[in-house]
């Protein structure tokens, strides 16, 4: 399935981002049908949740499986080729070059699709300067786009700020996946490069990765609801 291809309702993926696989179980039963995509990290899978994505998958949603691999490139190859038995539709691993050709290779021919996250949404380009960086934001989530796009990368995570010149750089063949997707009003919390469902949307974006708005909201499955009808309207 191409990028453009990909129905509304598909695009909106719930950060399950639970303590606990009862607290995640619950939240997917008050959900309903109103979400088809959860993204599992680290909070729920070092609490058991690894063997949620097949249960996900057996019950028909997809899962985008978010544990940012970065290590020697042989490591993350047979990490990746291990995570390829799990039943995820999406891996995330940092862009760094080596990273993502271990995670390449890892993948095979699977029909698991890796995701480079390129600069964390939570950094501003004074963030980057103080981690030892030189580039700000959108070069270097640039340079490492195209890096991706030569190693063979699925799809990449970015801010929806930075869609715009990623589709330029990439087209249509790369999925590109944003978080930092906060509806008008809600609290911004630890994320810096930020966007409404409806304007990241318009950007360009492929998919929405949300998970405060919708699990800590009083009725998660209004939030989501309203989420996905700005897609909805934001696509019409
Ligand atoms: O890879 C990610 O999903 C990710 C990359 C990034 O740059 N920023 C980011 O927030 N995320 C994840 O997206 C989710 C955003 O959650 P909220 O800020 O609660 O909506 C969290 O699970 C983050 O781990």
Same mark, same amino acid.
């Given at each position: 399935?191409?990028?453009?291809?990909?129905?509304?309702?598909?695009?909106?993926?719930?950060?399950?981002?639970?303590?606990?696989?009862?607290?995640?179980?619950?939240?997917?039963?008050?959900?309903?049908?109103?979400?088809?995509?959860?993204?599992?990290?680290?909070?729920?899978?070092?609490?058991?949740?690894?063997?949620?994505?097949?249960?996900?998958?057996?019950?028909?949603?997809?899962?985008?499986?978010?544990?940012?691999?970065?290590?020697?490139?042989?490591?993350?190859?047979?990490?990746?080729?291990?995570?390829?038995?799990?039943?995820?539709?999406?891996?995330?691993?940092?862009?760094?070059?080596?990273?993502?050709?271990?995670?390449?290779?890892?993948?095979?021919?699977?029909?698991?699709?890796?995701?480079?996250?390129?600069?964390?949404?939570?950094?501003?380009?004074?963030?980057?300067?103080?981690?030892?960086?030189?580039?700000?934001?959108?070069?270097?989530?640039?340079?490492?786009?195209?890096? =991706?796009?030569?190693? /063979?990368? %699925?799809? !990449? @995570?970015?801010?929806?700020?930075? *869609?715009? +010149?990623?589709?330029?750089?990439?087209?249509?063949?790369?999925?590109?996946?944003?978080?930092?997707?906060?509806?008008?009003?809600?609290?911004?919390?630890?994320?810096?490069?930020?966007?409404?469902?409806?304007? =990241?949307?318009?950007? /360009?974006? %492929?998919? !929405? @990765?949300?998970?405060?708005?919708? *699990?800590? +909201?009083?009725?998660?499955?209004?939030?989501?609801?309203?989420?996905?009808?700005?897609?909805?309207?934001?696509?019409?």
């Amino acid at each position: 399935m191409t990028p453009a291809e990909i129905a509304p309702k598909d695009r909106l993926i719930v950060a399950l981002d639970l303590p606990s696989v009862d607290a995640a179980e619950a939240m997917i039963a008050r959900l309903g049908d109103s979400v088809t995509f959860y993204k599992i990290g680290y909070r729920l899978a070092y609490a058991g949740g690894l063997p949620l994505v097949a249960k996900l998958a057996d019950s028909g949603k997809k899962v985008f499986l978010d544990l940012k691999l970065h290590d020697i490139g042989n490591t993350v190859s047979q990490g990746v080729e291990s995570i390829t038995r799990l039943g995820a539709t999406f891996l995330t691993v940092h862009a760094y070059p080596q990273t993502m050709k271990g995670a390449v290779e890892g993948r095979g021919s699977s029909t698991l699709k890796i995701l480079a996250v390129t600069v964390l949404t939570s950094y501003n380009s004074d963030d980057l300067h103080a981690a030892g960086y030189r580039l700000g934001v959108s070069e270097l989530v640039e340079a490492r786009a195209q890096q =991706a796009q030569v190693l /063979g990368i %699925d799809g !990449l @995570v970015s801010s929806p700020e930075e *869609v715009g +010149a990623l589709r330029k750089i990439v087209g249509h063949q790369m999925h590109l996946v944003t978080p930092g997707i906060r509806p008008a009003g809600s609290a911004t919390g630890d994320q810096k490069r930020i966007m409404t469902p409806g304007r =990241a949307i318009s950007a /360009g974006a %492929d998919y !929405l @990765v949300v998970g405060r708005p919708v *699990v800590e +909201a009083s009725d998660p499955r209004a939030a989501a609801d309203a989420i996905q009808a700005e897609i909805a309207q934001a696509l019409a």
